[in-house]
Every structure is written in C-alpha cells, then in structure tokens.
C-alpha cells in the first residue's frame, strides 16, 4: 500500500494533474448535459466491452447521431468499417437501448443508493456488466464508481494488494471485493474513485482517456 500510495503521491504532483483535472471537468459537464449526450456516452460504453477504449472513442466521435437514427442494420455496418470487433451485437444493444434515452440522467439521478443504481443499468441495459455501467456512470459525473478494469487489476496485484482472479470474467462478488481495495486506496489518497481511475491507468499504461 505504502509504494503505490507514493506513486500516486507524486502523480498528483506531476506534469499529469491537469490533464485528469481536466478529464473530471469533461465527466461534470455531463451532470447537465441533454438525455441524447448522457445516452451518445451509454453507447460508448457499450462499445468498450472486450474492445479498446480508445477505437471507442475514435468510433464515437465519427458515428455521432448515427447511434439514434442508425437502423440496427446499419449501424452494424457502420461500426465493421470502422473496425470494431463485434457490430453486429453491438449495434444490436445500442439499438435496444434507445428506449431508456428519454429521461435516463432523472431515472439515474432518483436513486439514493449507488450499488443499486448502478444495479439497475445492469439489469435493465443489455450489453452492460458491472465495469461498463460503473463506466458509464462515472463518465456523466458520478465519481463514486470504481471501474475494475484488467489495467487496474495488474496494477493492484504488482502492488500486493489483492490476488490475481482466476479468470478475466469477473463474478460480481470478485468485482465488489476489488472495488472494496479502490476504495479504501481512494480514501488513504484523498481521491474520488473517478479520479483514482485515472491516476491508476495513467500510472498503468501512460495515457488518460476516458
């Protein structure tokens, strides 16, 4: 705990603070963004699922209303010319996920305990585990979400905090038990769990995306 608390540390001190200050600034933006802007960043977080982070982003900012009016067919299309690596059931959960865009952020906003919330996208959005709804959430200005992604499990286990899963298939008890670890490491740094994430990634793969 002590070295990564000190890699974190010098992190905050760093030439990189600006730039994960800046990435918050971009999540807060989204408290009072419109339902479409809070539901284009749902279908990113779609796509992210055993895909990379950064062809999602390339893939998001290309497709732009074309998530809305896209029919399923051609928003497979549209999303195996731009590489990605599963159109057709992606295309097949943004699609299906076009019926909780009016009013989503209320919807979201009107719960009062996190793990519930959180739950509720799970059960309700196909195509969204624990990571990609914690995600999501943090991305529209939630910050108290911790994304376990396998970055972040590499990180925890070279710093002796917890074991490496047996499988890169997460149960939701693993997932609760290592997101248990970020936030006790959130708390000893003066960090929020959105802000750790990106310190944690950084630290893990020298970028700050999203």
Not at 82 to 96: E, Q, S, T
């Amino acid at each position: 705990m002590k070295r990564i608390l000190g890699e974190l540390e010098a992190l905050k001190r760093s030439d990189i603070r600006p730039v994960v200050d800046s990435r918050m600034r971009d999540f807060e933006f989204f408290q009072d963004a419109s339902d479409s802007e809070v539901w284009s960043e749902l279908c990113f977080c779609l796509l992210t699922a055993n895909f990379q982070a950064e062809k999602s982003m390339r893939i998001q900012a290309e497709l732009g209303g074309a998530f809305l009016s896209h029919t399923e067919e051609g928003l497979s299309s549209e999303l195996r010319r731009l590489g990605h690596r599963f159109p057709n059931m992606r295309a097949k959960f943004i699609v299906d996920a076009r019926r909780h865009l009016r009013g989503l952020r209320a919807r979201l906003d009107s719960f009062d305990d996190d793990h519930a919330r959180r739950m509720w996208l799970v059960d309700n959005v196909k195509g969204l585990g624990m990571k990609e709804a914690s995600h999501f959430l943090r991305n529209i200005g939630y910050k108290d979400y911790a994304i376990v992604d396998f970055h972040i499990v590499d990180k925890l286990v070279d710093s002796g905090l917890v074991a490496r899963p047996k499988s890169r298939s997460l149960t939701p008890k693993s997932y609760l038990a290592i997101e248990q670890c970020l936030k006790d490491l959130g708390k000893k740094s003066g960090l929020s769990q959105a802000e750790l994430d990106l310190y944690l990634w950084y630290a893990e793969t020298g970028k700050v995306l999203k």
